[in-house]
């Protein structure tokens, strides 16, 4: 499996990001997918996740009603559309995937998940 994340940028507090993650290598359909980031000096966070289906997903409380994670598994793309960001969300982005037989399951430890993306900057100005 290679995932490959981009999208990322800077923008000013208040402004709007798309991100997008391309899977390749396995059927896209079984696997949960996620988006961490990491900030220098913090640990890496879920931010958002989204089941094999897309009709279950999971947000960090800080970022509810501003992200929305959704995926196309037509495409094998999964996204993070990101609104109204504030300076805090500044980090490095990263998708993830893990397979799993179960098509509600939802994961949200970095350590759940085997297979990462290269990360993608955001950088969000006050």
């Known amino acids: 499996v290679q995932l490959q994340a981009s999208g990322g940028g800077l923008v000013q507090a208040g402004g709007s990001l798309s991100l997008s993650c391309a899977f390749f290598?396995?059927?896209?359909?079984?696997?949960?997918m996620g988006w961490f980031r990491q900030a220098p000096g913090k640990e890496r966070e879920c931010v958002a996740a989204?089941?094999?289906?897309?009709?279950?997903?999971y947000y960090l409380d800080s970022v509810k009603d501003r992200f929305t994670i959704s995926r196309d598994n037509a495409k094998n793309i999964v996204y993070l559309q990101m609104n109204s960001l504030k300076p805090e969300d500044t980090a490095v982005y990263f998708c993830?995937?893990?397979?799993?037989?179960?098509?509600?399951?939802?994961?949200?430890?970095?350590?759940?998940?085997?297979?990462w993306g290269q990360g993608t900057q955001v950088t969000v100005s006050s």
């Open positions: 993830a995937a893990r397979g799993t037989p179960y098509v509600r399951k939802i994961y949200k430890m970095s350590n759940e998940y085997d297979y």
């Open positions: 290598g396995r059927p896209f359909n079984d696997y949960v």
């Open positions: 989204i089941n094999r289906s897309g009709g279950t997903t």
